[in-house]
T-cell receptor
Framework: QQPVQSPQAVILREGEDAVINCSSS?????VHWYRQKHGEAPVFLMI?????EQKGHEKISASFNEKKQQSSLYLTASQLSYSGTYFC?????????????FGTGTRLTIIP | KAGVTQTPRYLIKTRGQQVTLSCSPI?????VSWYQQTPGQGLQFLFE???????NKGNFPGRFSGRQFSNSRSEMNVSTLELGDSALYLC????????????????FGNGTRLTVT
């Protein structure tokens, strides 16, 4: 099943914080985050594995709650360059051949 | 290092025709995945190939097929095109493999935008 992302879209001013959520109806082993800017290819942000710690670098970080089958992406003090559509992808097992299923995306717009 | 290359960038076809899309992965990457992207539907998984073998397939009709060559290049074919096949088709490559290698990041190409009229 496709993971559900929320919100579907959000508009923020530069410097504000954003949280994007990703939830699944089934048990998750890994959550993958990608960002796609308008007219460009999706770009990998980070991956969180079951039993792993919260990951991130500087102002973009993510958490993974295995019991709730949810992940959240945190963007702190957003910059104009953060604008784009964010996708979470999930896998339910640690078998390498399980497909990566993406959510429908969250469109983030940062305005000056 | 060259990125993932997809050709052609744009295609216009009519209903009933067939089309072949090409993807050249990053050198050294053995896994190639294909996704269909349409507004509101996100990235829909089509299939994944690893070392010339189809490792996984999404929920698309049999009109969608693909293959991977020994040099890891991949092609995707859609036969008997329908209006609903209009979309951006993205190819992504990764190291692939097993264990932790299976979690290597996907590197996407810029896609082929297919328009069916």
């Amino acid at each position: 099943q496709q993971p559900v992302q929320s919100p579907q879209a959000v508009i923020l001013r530069e410097g504000e914080d954003a949280v994007i959520n990703c939830s699944s109806s089934k048990a998750l082993y890994s959550v993958h985050w990608y960002r796609q800017k308008h007219g460009e290819a999706p770009v990998f942000l980070m991956i969180l594995l079951k039993g792993g710690e919260q990951k991130g670098h500087e102002k973009i970080s993510a958490s993974f709650n295995e019991k709730k089958q949810q992940s959240s992406l945190y963007l702190t003090a957003s910059q104009l360059s953060y604008s784009g559509t964010y996708f979470c992808g999930t896998r339910g097992s640690n078998f390498g051949n399980e497909k990566l299923t993406f959510g429908t995306g969250t469109r983030l717009t940062i305005i000056p | 290092k060259a990125g993932v290359t997809q050709t052609p960038r744009y295609l216009i076809k009519t209903r009933g025709q067939q089309v072949t899309l090409s993807c050249s992965p990053i050198s050294g990457h053995r896994s190639v995945s294909w996704y269909q992207q349409t507004p509101g539907q996100g990235l829909q998984f089509l299939f994944e190939y690893f070392s010339e073998t189809q490792r996984n397939k999404g929920n698309f009709p049999g009109r969608f097929s693909g293959r991977q060559f020994s040099n890891s290049r991949s092609e995707m074919n859609v036969s008997t095109l329908e209006l609903g096949d209009s979309a951006l088709y993205l190819c992504a490559s990764s190291l692939g493999g097993f264990g932790l290698l299976s979690y290597s990041p996907l590197h996407f190409g810029n896609g082929t935008r297919l328009t069916v009229t």
